[in-house]
C-alpha cells in the first residue's frame, strides 16, 4: 500500500478514532481563529458583492474538527454581512487531505453540519441560513511519499516550496491562505511534538524490544514522517518562494494537558496507529499494550514538566 | 439513521460489494456511451478555447464504474482536441452520490484513475496527460427520504420535477445533462427491473415468513424505494417542468444474463442489502440464506425466458 493511503488520522468514530481524540487540535484552531477570521474578513471587503467565496481546509481530517474552521468563517463573513446590511455570498468549501482519509465519516457528519449551520445563524436573530448557499466537497490531495520519509531540513525546504507553488496556483490574486504548522522554537533543538508525544512512543518500542514483544530491526526501521520546522526557516522559504507575501507570522504555545477530558495516548494513537498497523501488522492487542506504555509515560512527564507545545500560524496572501 | 445515509450501494471491494458486482450497470453505461459522447462534444464545440468543463456524475456509486463515464468524456474531447489542434481544456469532476456511499472506496482509486487516464492519452500517440488537469471532488448529495418511500406516481412527477429544478440551476445555459433511468416499458405494466430483480427477493422473504425464519409483519414493512417511470412519462414532466429542452430520448434494451461472469443474485444484494440490514438487522447469515435462494430463483427464471431490462436515456440541454 502506499504511504499516501496510509498516512492518516485514525478513522471512524470508535475510541481510537481521531474523531474522537483530538481536543488538542480543536484548541489549537480555536486559538488561531482571531488570525484566520481577519484574514477572511479582509478578503471579503476586497470582494464585489456577489462574488463567491471559495474556501479549501488543507488536512481536514475526520470528526467534528473537519467542520470547525469553515463554520466559523461562515459565521464571521454573515456577521459582515448582517452588519454591512449585504447578502450572504455563495461559498463554496473543499475539505482536502490524502486519499486514506476517512471522507466517509465526513459525509456522514454533512447533515449536522448544515443543521449547526442553520442554528448558529437563528440564534443571531437574522433569518434563516440557507445551507444550498454552502457547498461542500470532499477533495483527496497527492503527496509525495518518499520525499516526505527522506524529512530533513533541505527536503522540508523543497516539499514546503513546492507545497506553496501549487497553491499560488490554484488561488486568485489576493486570496488568502493561514498555515497552522507544529514548530521547534528555534533550529538547534527538537520540537516539543518530538519530546512529548514521540520519545514517549520510541521509548515504548524499545522496551518492547526488551522484552522481545517485537524485533529489534523493525524498530529501527520505523519512521514517522515528521519535521518540525522553526518560524525562521518558514519565513525563510515563503520569502525565497516568491508567490506569497507575509501578512503575520506568529508562534501560539498552548499546554497539553489543558483540555478537560484530554487523553494524550488515545490522541498520538490517533494520528500514529495507521503507521504502526503497516508496520508492525494489524495486531490491535500490540496496539492496546504500546498505548498503554505510553499512557504512563505521558502521565510521569506531564507530573513532571507542563508540556508546553508551540506552533507557528502564518497568513499569507497570494501576490 | 437517515434513509438518506442507508440507501446506499455495499461499500468496500469485498465478495458482496458494489465495486464487483456492478457488470450489469457497467453494461448499460457502455450503452449510453455514444449518447454522452455527442452530448459533450456538441457541449465541448459551443465553448471559447480555454473554458473549464465541469463534469457533476449523479449517483456515482463506488468502484470502478464511477470512474468509467468520465474517463470515456475526457478521451473524446481529447480527441476532439487534438483533430483541432486545441489545447485540453481543464476538467473539473464532482462525484456525487447519497452521504451513506462509499466515499472512501472512491478516493483510494483515485492515483488508478489518474495513472488510467495517463495510459490512455499515450497510447494514442499523442504525448502525455497531466492528471493535475482533472480536478475531483466527491460531494454527498441531498435527498427527501419520506417522499422516496411513498413513491408512485404523482409522488415521482414532483420528485423528478423538483430534481430537474435543482439541477437546472446548477448548469450553464447550454450545459448538458444525460439521464439512464430503468423504465416500464409503458404505463400498463411493472418494470423488468422489478419483475426479475425485486419480485424474486419478495417471494425469498415470503418463503423465510413460511419457515418462521422471519416476521411477517417486519416482511410486510420491507419497502424498496424504487419507482420506474415509463418513456413518456419522463417526457411529459420534463417538457411539462421547463427548464430543459430534449436533444433526444430513447430506450434501449439489454439481457441481464449476456454479460460474462455476471452474478444476478450479488449484483442485487450489492444494492439492496443496505436497506435489508437496516429493517432485519445485521444479521449476516440471514443475508446469505435470502441471496442463496434468490440466486435459485433468478437461474429459473434465465432459463425459462430472457430476462431483458429497459431503461431510457434521455439527452437534455439547458434552456
Request: charged share 25%.
Amino acid at each position: 500500500m502506499e504511504l499516501a493511503n496510509v498516512l492518516h488520522m485514525t478513522g471512524g468514530i470508535g475510541d481510537s478514532s481521531y474523531a474522537r481524540n483530538s481536543l488538542f487540535q480543536q484548541k489549537v484552531m480555536l486559538m488561531t481563529k482571531s488570525i484566520t477570521d481577519e484574514a477572511i474578513s479582509a478578503l471579503y471587503r476586497s470582494l464585489s458583492n456577489g462574488e463567491t467565496i471559495c474556501i479549501a481546509e488543507l488536512g481536514c481530517s475526520s470528526g467534528p474538527n473537519t467542520f470547525l474552521p469553515v463554520s466559523q468563517l461562515i459565521k464571521t463573513i454573515r456577521e459582515e454581512c448582517t452588519s454591512n446590511g449585504q447578502q450572504l455570498p455563495e461559498f463554496h468549501v473543499f475539505l482536502s487531505d490524502l486519499p486514506g482519509n476517512d471522507f466517509n465519516t465526513i459525509f456522514r457528519l454533512l447533515p449536522t453540519f448544515h443543521e449547526d449551520l442553520k442554528k448558529q445563524n437563528m440564534r443571531s436573530g437574522d433569518g434563516l441560513f440557507d445551507p444550498s448557499y454552502c457547498f461542500v466537497a470532499g477533495v483527496a490531495a497527492s503527496t509525495s511519499p518518499s520525499s516526505v520519509l527522506k524529512a530533513y531540513s533541505k527536503q522540508y525546504e523543497r516539499d514546503f516550496a513546492t507545497f506553496l507553488k501549487y497553491r499560488s496556483e490554484e488561488l486568485v490574486k489576493g486570496g488568502r491562505m493561514v498555515l497552522t504548522i507544529p514548530c521547534r522554537e528555534n533550529e538547534h533543538q527538537l520540537s516539543n511534538a518530538c519530546r512529548f508525544m514521540l520519545e514517549p512512543l520510541a521509548i515504548t518500542l524499545k522496551d518492547l524490544v526488551t522484552e522481545e514483544s517485537i524485533e529489534e530491526e523493525k524498530v529501527d526501521s520505523f519512521n514517522v514522517p515528521v519535521y518540525s520546522p522553526s518560524p525562521a526557516e518558514i519565513k525563510y522559504i515563503v520569502e525565497k518562494e516568491g508567490s506569497f507575501t507575509i501578512d503575520l507570522l506568529k508562534t501560539l504555545e498552548h499546554q497539553m494537558d489543558s483540555c478537560e477530558g484530554y487523553n494524550e495516548a488515545q490522541s498520538v494513537r490517533a494520528i500514529v496507529q495507521p503507521l504502526l498497523i503497516r508496520h508492525f501488522g494489524d495486531d490491535n492487542k500490540l496496539m492496546d499494550v504500546v498505548f498503554n506504555k505510553c499512557r504512563d509515560i505521558y502521565a510521569n512527564s506531564m507530573a513532571k514538566e507542563k508540556n508546553i507545545f508551540t506552533n507557528v500560524v502564518v497568513s499569507l496572501i497570494k501576490f
